[in-house]
Nanobody, 123 residues
Framework: VQLQASGGGLVQAWGSLRLSCAAS????????MAWFRQAPGTEREFVAT????????YYADSVKGRFTTSRDNAKNTVYLQMNSLKPEDTAVYYC?????????????????WGQGTQVTVSS
């Protein structure tokens, strides 16, 4: 399984970015995908998760109402649409995958990880 995250960049506060996570190497219909982020000096933090089969999602309280995760089955890609960005959203964002189709916010329960993409929000 390979995960390739992209779409990060520099954006002003209240702006938007869309991250992509291209998945390859398996059939992901039974997988759970997730987004985490990590700012310097902090632990990896859960952002959002989606069950690939039917699209059930769950979000961290800090991003609920601003971020949306979705998947494109034809492209084997998961997205994280980030709106109303705040400086505290600045971090490296990672996509992750697990083979068990149960949503979880715990990073240790995800087996596969992408390389991360930097998101910087200026005030």
């Amino acid at each position: 399984v390979q995960l390739q995250a992209s779409g990060g960049g520099l954006v002003q506060a209240w702006g938007s970015l869309r991250l992509s996570c291209a998945a390859s190497g398996r059939t992901f219909s039974s997988y759970v995908m997730a987004w985490f982020r990590q700012a310097p000096g902090t632990e990896r933090e859960f952002v959002a998760t989606i069950r690939w089969s039917e699209g059930t999602t769950y979000y961290a309280d800090s991003v609920k109402g601003r971020f949306t995760t979705s998947r494109d089955n034809a492209k084997n890609t998961v997205y994280l649409q980030m709106n109303s960005l705040k400086p505290e959203d600045t971090a490296v964002y990672y996509c992750a995958a697990r083979e068990i189709a149960v949503l979880t916010t715990i990073p240790q329960r995800y087996k596969y990880w992408g390389q991360g993409t930097q998101v910087t929000v200026s005030s």
